[in-house]
């Protein structure tokens, strides 16, 4: 240590903030790494410290594209990458269908804005729709999920059910 001065090291890489928790940060996506600056600090009564604590000189943190979605710094949530081109069908009468294993994020997303009829099977209708709204969930995103999910375009009687809910949901704000 220089006379009144820390001693400055360079920065150093690290692939986790905290050893317990690496593999739950990675996985909900807020950080995946961090960059630590080697830096001590000099209070009263600590000076024989190396440090107060782990984080100490902490200056920046790497988000995933998840992370930057919770964060509010992207607009849209990534699609996960196991989702296929076409993963669901909808139907003219309302239904969602799932031809395979759907992520979660789209099962969510679809149980919030239809009635789940059986394991694969969601119905839309008015009720739930204007109910997800009501709690506060976009149209828009039920239409990422839907264009993301089926390689077809949407059936014209759904295309108007969503259309007529959007309408009625504006007409009551």
Known sequence: MVAGKAER???V???Y???HASSALKDSGVAVGAVIDDARLSARGTDDLDSLSRYDGLRAIRVNALGAYALGLTKHMPPEAAASA???KVLP???VVALGELP???QMTLSAFADQSSDRVWQLTAGSLLAAIANGRRIEELFDVLDRASSQ???STVDALIS???RRSEAQR
Request: glycine fraction near 4%.
């Open 86 to 88: 076409q993963s669901i």
């Open 17 to 19: 903030l905290d050893v």
């Open 93 to 95: 009468n309302h239904d």
């Open 164 to 166: 007529d809910v959007t």
């Open 153 to 155: 375009e949407l059936p």
């Open 104 to 106: 979660l994020g789209d």
């Open 13 to 15: 890489e690290a692939t």
């Open 9 to 11: 090291h360079p920065p």
